[in-house]
């Protein structure tokens, strides 16, 4: 016998580029769902497999944090931040990092990031020099607009670079 029915089905979405996915890690942090690409290496920076609490028994189940909360701050304790990492909200973070009109400079570019720029944004940024941040982009993980000393503008990750004075 051959009929047609539809069901329905739980389809899970990743919250970071919209495909669907048939397994989703969460991030620990913000909370929002990863898809599995690339052995989870597209999203995920860490894997947080296991957070037990004597306390009550509570355990974590497999998640993650993502590339954009690894580069996050907070200013919890360790068992804050281990508790908000297992509840379902997001953990408050200090974020951005740095704040427009800081004053900051170049150190040396991110080699494990390369990929993720274009050609021509990679090639826009300057090293060992000062700048003012003009603002952060989040879209695809952290960055940092900034205007260089000559006027030029480019993009960095955290990662490269240091802040001179607030
Ligand atoms: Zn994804
Ligand atoms: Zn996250």
Redesign the pocket.
């Known amino acids: 016998m051959e009929k047609q029915e539809s069901r329905l089905v739980t389809v899970k979405f990743c919250d970071f580029c919209g495909n669907e996915s048939t397994h989703l890690k969460k ?1 620990a ?2 909370k ?1 769902d990863m898809c599995g690409e690339n052995g989870n290496a597209k999203h995920c920076a860490y894997s947080v497999q296991d957070i037990y609490r004597y306390n009550d028994a509570a355990r974590n189940v497999d998640r993650g ?2 590339k ?2 690894a580069g996050k701050k907070t200013n919890l304790t360790i068992g804050q931040l281990l508790d908000a990492m297992m509840g379902k909200s997001p953990v408050p973070t200090i974020y951005p990092l740095i704040a427009d009109g800081v004053t900051v400079k170049t150190t040396q570019p991110n080699m494990a990031l390369r990929k993720e720029w274009t050609d021509e944004a990679w090639s826009q940024r300057k090293w060992g020099v000062q700048g003012k941040i003009l603002t952060h982009h989040d879209s695809h993980g952290l960055c940092y607009e900034l205007r260089h000393e000559d006027g030029t503008t480019g993009c960095y990750d955290p990662s490269e670079l240091e802040v001179v004075k607030n």
Do not use: G, Q, S, T
């Open positions: 991030c942090i913000c929002k944090i993502c954009e909360c």
